[in-house]
């Protein structure tokens, strides 16, 4: 299950982000958002556990946070006219490297910009969310 933390952190620093973007990447910020949230629900409901290893690019909490991105690029690609280069920019400004106050690598909770990228191409390439497993690669 997602944590408070988790949520509320995500919550938070995306759409602040993209203050000042292009306002489809504003828009598209706000999707992803949402998307990303719906995701962590539909992770909960099928009881996927985000571990207890807390940071780091490759912890659990990273991969449970990428999968929720690979789902919400399932879910986003299936709107009617969603431009992709708009919410590769908003995914992109989700990162944890990205920003005023970019984290070091150990410090990562949500992952890299080329990450958290890559898993939502990922689901939006596959439209299934089978696409969507973090935990088994050696790399997320």
């Given at each position: 299950?997602?944590?408070?933390?988790?949520?509320?952190?995500?919550?938070?620093?995306?759409?602040?982000?993209?203050?000042?973007?292009?306002?489809?990447?504003a828009r598209a910020s706000?999707?992803?958002?949402?998307?990303?949230?719906?995701?962590?629900?539909?992770?909960?409901?099928?009881?996927?556990?985000?571990?207890?290893?807390?940071?780091?690019?490759?912890?659990?909490?990273?991969?449970?946070?990428?999968?929720?991105?690979c789902l919400a690029g399932?879910?986003?690609?299936?709107?009617?006219?969603?431009?992709?280069?708009?919410?590769?920019?908003?995914?992109?400004?989700?990162?944890?490297?990205?920003?005023?106050?970019?984290?070091?690598?150990?410090?990562?909770?949500?992952?890299?910009?080329?990450?958290?990228?890559?898993?939502?191409?990922?689901?939006?390439?596959?439209?299934?969310?089978?696409?969507?497993?973090?935990?088994?690669?050696?790399?997320?």
């Open positions: 299950m997602s944590s408070p933390e988790t949520t509320t952190s995500t919550a938070s620093s995306t759409p602040t982000a993209a203050r000042g973007s292009e306002p489809a990447v706000r999707v992803h958002l949402l998307a990303h949230e719906y995701a962590h629900a539909v992770q909960d409901a099928r009881e996927v556990d985000p571990g207890d290893e807390r940071t780091g690019p490759a912890s659990s909490t990273v991969r449970y946070e990428l999968q929720a991105d399932v879910f986003v690609a299936s709107v009617p006219g969603a431009d992709r280069d708009a919410f590769a920019a908003a995914v992109r400004l989700g990162g944890d490297d990205i920003g005023p106050d970019p984290l070091t690598p150990q410090a990562f909770a949500h992952g890299s910009a080329e990450q958290r990228l890559r898993w939502f191409t990922r689901g939006w390439q596959a439209r299934d969310d089978a696409a969507c497993d973090t935990f088994t690669p050696a790399r997320p």
